[in-house]
């Protein structure tokens, strides 16, 4: 069969005629190539995928010993990326990574194994000399141990010397939530155990939880903790949506009060919301309707609340609005509930064409300036934006420059095309936000249809701002080519904002003058090869480039505050400036930091 050819099997796993990439090989198959291959040669395979390697260093399909593999295994790892998690999977690679691999590579990999229950690795990097407190800077692999209650692996990782009062706020949060009480007995247990600084947390997250067991056993050994943190707990088990934790913490004298019922509000659970309503928690003020409205979509939660007389305002029909739930503000209008122009706006801004409708067709209130609105986020979704846009103008909403300014900012060129065919206004503020668009073709619009009547700033200045180097410099050629003239602004923020100076290079090769910040700038974010590519290009430079090697953020005016004697700047920027004449605003003799 011609190598050139795409290999076609037909075997019970494939149909005939169908495409079969190299993983998808039967194993007997594999380990003929192998054999094939040579065993001095496999490394020979790698190139083919990083799947199919990872096949040879996991499936026994090649008769080859263990050590054997090993011996080709950094060279496959070359053409291969292998993560911690995959390292994971193959103990012989394990060991050798451990061996071999560098040390945040190590670490990692010990974390990992500790994540997935591998207590066999664990043990074996740890005895290969694996740092253990590295292995755990980052806490999640921690968090996930806690959360799957893994008590024998944080004994083992104790036992090899974590220290586990580091992270015990991690461990005793995720363990309380997910109702790990034999973890936290464990914790409580150890010699200069932490635990009673992180009470707080761990009624919190076990009432969130709904784990009472938790909860009795924390009263048990922390009665007076217990008694301070009942309130927070009472807020906590509502947020959770636990009817039966409330239910026990009022027994034991918790108090709630609004915001118990707004927390509970946001979680939309229909009977402890009624249990505290029934029971009189505190619900005057209009936030809980607007939280029903804002987090559920439908109307089952609003109209317990009012059947209650909860209190609603114009923040809940707002609240429906921004979030799109048609059927919740619908039923609030027909109920009686106020609105204003936030809910045309909300409505607006996020794109809800159905609720913008409804809005329209009810005489909402409608804030000023709305078709700009329209375009503020169009680059989410802009042919949703253009049509709320259509959508407002056929109700006859007014417009002005910043519809056009917004459309263009954001991308939508769709939408500035039209509103250009209607005669909405613009001026040079359209094309002057443009550029932050990085749409090339909508830049190019603007640059041949747009007015020039006023700019607010330097256009180029700001396409080297808001743009990558090659977005960059795409724009700027457009800009160049439309007239727009280049000037020294232009190279100072080039020289700040890329320190590669790829698009100060494309400005001097198109003539563009420079002066001293470009130097200075070079100076002050230690870019030695910038100092001299500016230099060797005949920018100027003065005393207040020299005055910037010092640790002062005002230059030349700084250094005659205080007489500094060290040197902040790297040691050939120095130098650099030294030997080839830059001035000096002091004749002494500068002192070199002997770091640099």
Known sequence: MSTSKRMKLKHESCTVGSTVTMNDLPSEVMKNIFNFVGKGNYCLIAPVSKDFCYNYLTTDVIEDSSSHKLDHILAIQKNMVTTPEAVCSCKDLAEHCFLNAVDCFQEDLLAKAAEKGRRDLVTMGHALGVDMEKSFRKLHPIAEIAKKGDLEMLKLLHEKGLDVSTCSKTILENAAFHGHLDILKWMESLEGSSIESEYRSLFGKAAEGGHLDIIQWGQDIAVDAFQTHKYSCMIDAAFGGQLELV????????????????????????????????????????EICEVAAEFHDDTNLLELLRQYNVPWDERTCAAAAQKGNINVLMYARLNGCPWDGATLYNAVINGHIDVVEYCLNNGCPVEKNICSVAMMHSMRNCARALEVLKLLRKFSLQWDKETCENAAKNGNLEALKWARSLGCPWDSCTMYHAVESRDITLIKYCIDNCPRNFMPGDICSRAIFWNTEDVSISILKLLHDGGFRLHEDQCAVAAKRWGSFKVLRWLKLHSCPWDERVCITAVKYDNFELLVYAHENQCPWSEETFAYCFDNDYGLEGIFDEIPTEVQCSGNIFKYLVDNGCPQPRPEQWILNDDH
Request: hydrophobic residues 40%.
């Open 247 to 286: 239910q026990w913490l009022r027994t034991q004298g918790a108090v709630w009060d609004f915001f118990t019922l707004h927390k509970a509000a946001s979680t939309g659970s229909i009977p402890l919301i009624e249990y505290l309503l029934q029971n009189g928690c505190e619900s005057r003020f209009g």
